[in-house]
């Protein structure tokens, strides 16, 4: 079942914050996080395994609340470069395929 | 450049006509997985190998499409008598981390 991301679209200035959320009704193995530019495949950002971990690199973070089914995106200070739709796909068990979220759409302005 | 590799990048056709693409994993990584991508969508999955075995495959994937991992290395991806309706990114994943780079079919 597709885990429901929100919001669905979210416009920034650069060098502001954004929080980009995915739920599932589904108990969860791992959560993926994806960053896709126009015309471009998607690039992995990175996988969360384990309740309450947390991850990052540069800006951006992610936390995974495995009793909740839920994973936050964080992106701090947001550069230009950032710009893009986000996915998460979820795995509810090691092995299984993993089924991506709609997408987030964020757009980070001058 | 990710380290996953697929060939075409571009594909036309008409339909009805049989197209074959080609997925080259990273080396190390056991596990492929097939997508399909369409405009404003998210990735779908299609179907999955662990080495050569077929573990899993979508009802996305009718009985015109086939995949292949002979040797537990490279994938194809067959779709035979094409549709309008598979006109769409074909995405390929090492393992559970990096796309290739899509092979995108527009089936005339």
């Known amino acids: 079942q597709q885990p429901v991301q929100s919001p669905q679209a979210v416009i920034l200035r650069e060098g502001e914050d954004a929080v980009i959320n995915c739920s599932s009704s589904k108990a969860l193995y791992s959560v993926h996080w994806y960053r896709q530019k126009h015309g471009e495949a998607p690039i992995f950002l990175m996988i969360l395994l384990k309740g309450g971990e947390q991850k990052g690199h540069d800006k951006i973070s992610a936390s995974f609340n495995e009793k909740k089914q839920q994973s936050s995106l964080y992106l701090t200070a947001s550069q230009l470069s950032y710009s893009g739709t986000y996915f998460c796909g979820t795995e509810p068990n090691y092995g299984q395929n993993f089924v991506f979220g709609p997408g987030t759409r964020l757009s980070v302005l001058p | 450049d990710t380290g996953v590799s697929q060939n075409p990048r571009h594909k036309i056709t008409k339909r009805g006509q049989n197209v074959t693409f080609r997925c080259d994993p990273i080396s190390e990584h056991n596990r492929l997985y097939w997508y399909r991508q369409t405009l404003g969508q998210g990735p779908e999955f299609l179907t999955y190998f662990q080495n050569e075995a077929q573990l899993e495959k979508s009802r996305l994937l009718s009985d015109r499409f086939s995949a292949e991992r002979p040797k537990g290395s490279f994938s194809t991806l067959e779709i035979q008598r094409t549709e309008q309706g598979d006109s769409a990114m074909y995405l390929c994943?090492?393992?559970?981390?990096?796309f290739g780079p899509g092979t995108r079919l527009l089936v005339l």
């Open positions: 994943a090492s393992s559970r981390g990096p």
